[in-house]
């Protein structure tokens, strides 16, 4: 099968450190897949892209019309679909996809009502709800009656302050049943954090959380709520829902709410109501669904307004096509509400697929808490991030050898690139026959532009390939496409999750600002990649990140995959410096328990990457910190850190997980001079 082949090897820019790949599926696989019933049902419509994968996406590219109109009846889309396909203007963000559909998204993710799992729910306490198809939709019916009796109505903002619990999926579709918009952030943020995020989009609803638990502490947000409440005059009700137990039993406590004038317990919230019809409001494609928030770090979070046909569709693309995901699988991911990947992972109803929810550290008690709840809950997908890939691997974690992972077929690695030893970990050391797909894309789309492919190769520390339907290119600084070699991820056609604007921003010019200034008419998203002989990419880090060195640009992953593959590294981040004679990298290294920064380990830290990278990846100075700045999301923030070095202000520290890391930056003396 043309799928299959392997690719020319030995081009120029070919980065992947594995000839061969580490990963191929089966005939049997292949023919199973997902993307192959849909390319036979293309042929059925007469349609023919072609042989092999890229001729697929070329084609979906070539005719976008024909593509999302066959992928629409292909995955059973709830809805009138109306008589366009697609309406294009002379700018990208005047394309309007389906501009006759009427579809409901609570209605496509709630198509079934029977008594299987619909969420499955677990914790650090261990095993926590189950919620039946039919029982969720009782849920949502109920929730969405207590919303209409709140005043709730069509456009207006519903926010979550929520762990990642089965009430959090209740309340967004019983949102989007109605027509509200919903905007989520973790309990974990700061009262300043959640209002420079809710008190720009004025929510009418507020439903938090009295408290949660996180490596084994109980942390409560009662107070936290209180205020937040307090400094949001548009919300006329708050829900409150209560923690459960530490031991997973019994019913959470729902004595008074102080300080809370007209609060409700979430019980109470809907005991009034019986389960009935959910209304099911249908409404235009590109009526809002969500907000979703910029991580803020280098002033204040954009609300990036996206709409409910793209998000469906763009979700079940990739879920099925690109994910392999079908009707009774089991996908979880580990992620907060502070996440684009929360949004992604609730539309996994969509594909008639159990949805698992897990609440609290990853690593508490220990490393394998996330693999006792994928044997417990026979789970098919486990969705994670690079970085808790790299702290397995590094804490020497053997969950192949601990646990019997037998329904697992998939691992989803993001948030940021995920190094060939990343790769090489998970087939070693959690599954041999598992398909492992890093994918990339952003708050930005709410979606992907590179993903998994479930009938191609994997190549190790390489993203497979293009999503169908996204116009990916790699250009040079000046706007050329470059076919090897490392440029900006760009898109040169529009999408259907394009944001339907920034909140606020009436003219959209912010909006054209950010993504269509650099390259005009051109998406430009802000990654360093390179495509390779594989047809695959790697993701150099941020574009507004890299370092340029001697005239050369370097991505800082490319430091860091070379650095933190020593035994002695536990996590890195490097900037640039301004200084008179021009920008010097400077490598900060975070080092593991009984090692110190001596001249013996900068010498081996400068060779190893002199001689696996490149001189022009040798840092000029290298300073050893007790811990790197993250967003809440988990990525390092490297503009942040550059900003301290600089002595500027640092806009947003409520984006950050851990604000207090920057002071190990600050007035350094081995920076002056």
Known sequence: MADDRLPPTGQPGFTSTMISPIWRPTPERRDAANLTDFRAFLARRGHDPGAGYEALWR???????????????????????????????????????????RLNFAENLLQRADAAPAVIAYSEAGPGSTLSWAELRDLVSRVAQGMQAAGVQRGDRVALLLPNVPEAIAAVLAAASLGAITAS?????????VVDRFGQIAPRLLIGVDGYRYGGKRHSTLDRLARVAARLPSVERVVVVRARPADGTGRPDCGPLPGFPGAVDFPNFIAPFEP???????????????????????????????????????????????ADVKAGDRVFYFTTLGWMMWNWLVSILGSRATVLLYDGSPSFPGHGVLFDFADGSRMTHLGTSARFIATLRTAGARPRETHALGSLRTVLSTGSPLDAAGFRYIHEHVKRDVHLASVSGGTDLCACFVGGLPTRPVFAGEIQGPAMGMAVEV????????????????CTRPFPSMPLGFWGDEGGERYRDTYFRRFPGVWHHGDFIERTASGGYVIHGRSDATLIVAGVRIGTAEVYRVVEALPEVREAIAIGQRRAEGTRMVLFVRLRAGHALDDRLRDRIRARLRTRASPRHVPAAILEVPDIPRTRSGKIVELAVRAVVHGEPVRNRQALANPEALEHFRDRPELTG
Do not use: N
């Not at 952030?185 to 954090?193: R, Y």
């Not at 409001?281 to 002033?299: K, M, Q």
């Not at 250009?475 to 760009?490: A, C, M, N, Q, S």
């Open 59 to 101: 084609w979906s590219l070539a005719d976008q019309a024909a593509f999302w109109d066959a992928f629409w009846d292909w995955s059973g889309v709830v809805g009138d679909k109306g008589d366009s396909i697609l309406e294009t203007g002379p700018e990208p963000m005047e394309a309007r996809y389906f501009p006759g559909a």
């Open 185 to 193: 952030a973790s309990p974990d943020f700061g009262v300043d954090g």
């Open 276 to 322: 009935r019809d959910v209304p099911f409001v249908r409404l235009p494609f590109a009526h809002p669904l969500y907000i979703l928030f910029s991580s803020g770090t280098t002033g204040p979070p954009k609300c990036i307004v996206h709409s409910a046909g793209g998000v469906l569709l763009q979700h079940l693309k990739e879920q099925r096509l690109h």
């Open 475 to 490: 250009y040079d600084d000046g706007g050329r496409p470059l076919e090897r070699g490392k440029g900006e991820l760009v």
